[in-house]
């Protein structure tokens, strides 16, 4: 009787582990959900765009930022989501030994090319703002401030229930 317990749960284990990774392969074959986003979502927008967009900028406040936004996508391009240290990590996971040396290498690669993204994204926002005079660049302060008011008053509604 427990052999076959433990043959049946080890079939179930089996089972889920192969759909998992199915689903897995499904996921990368299609891309992110993000990516996925964007080919139906073409005028998708920055969150300071859309914080931008509600200030009075002028015609030449607005040529500007959109000139930022199109050498940003330019240079975006080029360093799109690399899956090959994805796709290391998921071979030392399948190997039969574990290489914590070559797992820390790629996690540090991994947490190098996320730190080079995050880079890029504040500078454009740095220079999205440096296109602002120094009252618009309060009047967005001040709205951002209450964007985040509410989102923690939302936060506080959903602890407490």
Do not use: C
């Not at 005028?43 to 300071?48: D, N």
């Not at 936004?69 to 998921?90: C, E, F, I, P, Y």
């Amino acid at each position: 009787m427990k052999a076959t317990t433990l043959i049946i749960a080890l079939s179930l284990l089996t089972a889920s582990s192969v759909s998992g990774m199915v689903l897995a392969h499904q996921y990368h074959q299609e891309g992110s959900r993000h990516e996925r986003g964007m080919q139906h979502q073409h005028s998708r927008q920055f969150p300071l765009q859309r914080a931008l967009a509600s200030l009075a900028l002028t015609e030449e406040q607005q040529a500007q930022i959109q000139q930022l936004m199109q050498q940003h996508r330019a240079t975006k391009g080029t360093w799109q989501r690399d899956n090959s240290v994805r796709q290391q990590l998921d071979a030392l996971l399948a190997a039969d030994s574990f290489d914590e040396v070559s797992a820390r290498q790629l996690l540090q690669q991994q947490q190098q090319q996320r730190l080079e993204q995050r880079l890029v994204q504040l500078k454009l926002r740095h220079e999205m703002l440096q296109v602002l005079t120094a009252e618009q660049r309060v009047q967005l302060a001040e709205k951002q401030r209450e964007k985040w008011q509410r989102w923690q008053h939302k936060k506080q509604q959903r602890d407490n229930s």
